[in-house]
């Protein structure tokens, strides 16, 4: 069997639809490493930095450029901003409303005891 031919087998625990986005996230990570020659940089570049670079690129000046050299000019501020939080959110995952402490109580409401004693 070639290598286009390859079969990854995804443990079965998965749900199909998280099976696929789980092999659709495989194949974008291995297309990510693939280094391409960029005439607007005038160097090699893997698609990930590229993909990184123009997002930086946007959210800073509201103008990314294409591995060619065309622009992409985001006018909308709404556009912006969610260029922004997409890119916030894969820097460091999204924002969640909870806090993991472990089951440790971080607050406990004294009322009516001594201040100093505590």
Same mark, same amino acid.
């Given at each position: 069997?070639?290598?286009?031919?390859? $079969?990854?087998?995804? #443990?079965?625990?998965?749900? #199909?639809?998280?099976?696929?986005?789980? /092999?659709?996230?495989?194949?974008?990570?291995? @297309?990510?490493?693939?280094?391409?020659?960029?005439?607007?940089?005038? %160097?090699?570049?893997?698609? %990930?930095? @590229?993909?990184?670079?123009?997002?930086?690129?946007?959210?800073?000046? *509201? +103008? *990314?450029?294409?591995?060619?050299?065309?622009? &992409?000019? $985001?006018?909308?501020? *709404?556009?912006?901003?969610? +260029?922004?939080?997409? &890119?916030?959110?894969? /820097?460091?995952?999204?924002?969640?409303?909870?806090?993991? +402490?472990?089951?440790?109580? /971080? @607050?406990?409401? @004294?009322? *009516? $005891?001594?201040?100093?004693?505590?």
């Amino acid at each position: 069997m070639d290598e286009n031919n390859e $079969i990854i087998e995804q #443990p079965q625990s998965l749900p #199909p639809v998280e099976q696929v986005r789980r /092999l659709l996230a495989d194949t974008f990570k291995r @297309y990510g490493d693939t280094v391409v020659y960029s005439d607007y940089l005038a %160097k090699k570049i893997s698609y %990930k930095e @590229y993909l990184a670079l123009i997002l930086w690129e946007v959210v800073t000046t *509201g +103008t *990314g450029h294409f591995l060619e050299g065309q622009a &992409l000019k $985001i006018d909308k501020y *709404g556009d912006w901003l969610d +260029t922004v939080k997409f &890119l916030a959110n894969h /820097l460091d995952g999204p924002v969640g409303n909870t806090i993991n +402490t472990g089951s440790v109580n /971080l @607050y406990k409401v @004294y009322v *009516g $005891i001594d201040e100093s004693k505590v």
